[in-house]
């Protein structure tokens, strides 16, 4: 289903009055008024559906290939294959003002080995660094397990953290299967969610600072890792609740 939305205004004093060609998918039908950022993945210009910031890309590193999703087309990237986004946060992505974060990843063609490598599928850059990734090997032969690992590190005075799944837990992630990621922030408090299930909440040892993250680019996708693909990318102006959260996974394609 196609539908046309019209948005009159987004958060933080800017107005916007047009008209936007969308698809309808859970992430829009239910929480349309709170977003700040929006890509479909549904066409192959690099920028932004929706944002309240700068909707052109930042920087494009390879090239923005798109592969049935799960609603519409969705972004291939990993083994050399596809693209990095990349966008400025201010507006589109305020830390450390509350917000949250969704979107739907599907393994295309994990070879599950012994030397699976790490695959990271968003990270947040400023003067730290926040980063989604599915964990395996490292570089020079560390070996950690598969899991999903949300990681909030390189801040001054805030020690590395991280939050993940059960160990291997990815490793019987099908190819092909979606899976729903999504992240809430507040000053002091991260959130993660897996298919609508909580993971282990970061709290950190003082409240981000606005200026730490204020010039701060954020990037979907990454060159390097196993085939991969990434649907539905939305950024809100505020938390998502773990019921809201448990609704929007719930919404998801039957098969």
Known sequence: MIRIVTLLSFVLGQTLAAEYLLPSTPALDLF??????????DDEAPGADMAVGEAKAAKVNGKLRLKPGLWGRAMLFGDGEGAELEFAMAGNMPVPRPGSL???????EWKRGPDEPSIYFFLAHGAGVICLQRQGELEGGRRRHN???????????????????????????????????VITWRPSLLEGYIDGEALPSITLKRPIKAE??????CRIGVLKGEPTLLDDFVIFR?????????VLWSRRPKP
């Open 32 to 41: 349309s008024d709170d977003i700040v950022f929006y890509k479909s993945f």
């Open 102 to 108: 969704a979107f739907w990843i599907s393994p295309l």
């Open 147 to 181: 899991c999903f690992v949300f990681t909030c590190h390189g801040l001054p005075g805030i020690p590395n953290i991280t939050a993940s799944t059960a160990s291997d837990a990815t490793r019987g992630w099908r190819n092909g299967e979606w899976h729903l990621v």
């Open 212 to 217: 730490e993250f204020a010039n701060g680019r």
């Open 238 to 246: 505020r938390p998502l609740s773990a019921s809201e959260v448990a």
